[in-house]
């Protein structure tokens, strides 16, 4: 049965691939972006919001059956607030609570190999905090 699903992340590399998968299963795809731009495909609704506001994600959220949460970085550009903590942890909390206040129940998130308690990099650290929300 096709369902709404909203993806975040995805326009990056992970995203792409998990956004054709999902047409080409029958699903709508709604993608949050950065930036409002034509969206690639018809079944392919591309919203903004801002990923740390859950209220405003929540909006977006409305009418989904899932959410797939891709976000993440592998370099910090801290001058630009583009950190580890806030684009693995602090994001995937106000994801969490938006699903919450939208009422959907699956959630799936995207983590990394190597992440785990005590694990040496920042960002494999902030991947299980997130994985841990």
């Known amino acids: ?11 990056g590399f992970v ?3 998990v956004v054709d998968e999902l047409l080409a299963r029958g699903h709508a795809v709604r ?21 740390f506001d859950p209220h405003a994600l ?21 001058s630009r ?7 693995h942890v602090d994001a995937t909390r106000s994801v969490l609570a938006a699903a919450q206040i939208a009422d959907v129940k699956r959630y799936i ?5 190597g ?7 920042d960002y494999h650290k902030t991947k299980y905090r997130a994985e841990q929300c």
């Open 1 to 11: 049965m096709p369902q709404n699903v909203l993806v975040t992340g995805a326009s």
């Open 15 to 17: 995203g792409r691939a």
């Open 31 to 51: 993608m949050l972006v950065h930036r409002q731009g034509p969206s690639p495909d018809t079944k392919v609704q591309s919203v903004s919001a801002d990923l």
């Open 58 to 78: 929540a909006n977006v959220m409305q009418g989904c059956h899932a959410i797939l949460h891709l976000v993440g970085i592998i370099q910090e550009r801290p």
């Open 81 to 87: 607030g583009i950190t580890f903590e806030r684009l």
């Open 109 to 113: 998130h995207m983590s990394a190999l």
């Open 115 to 121: 992440t785990r308690a005590g694990a040496v990099s």
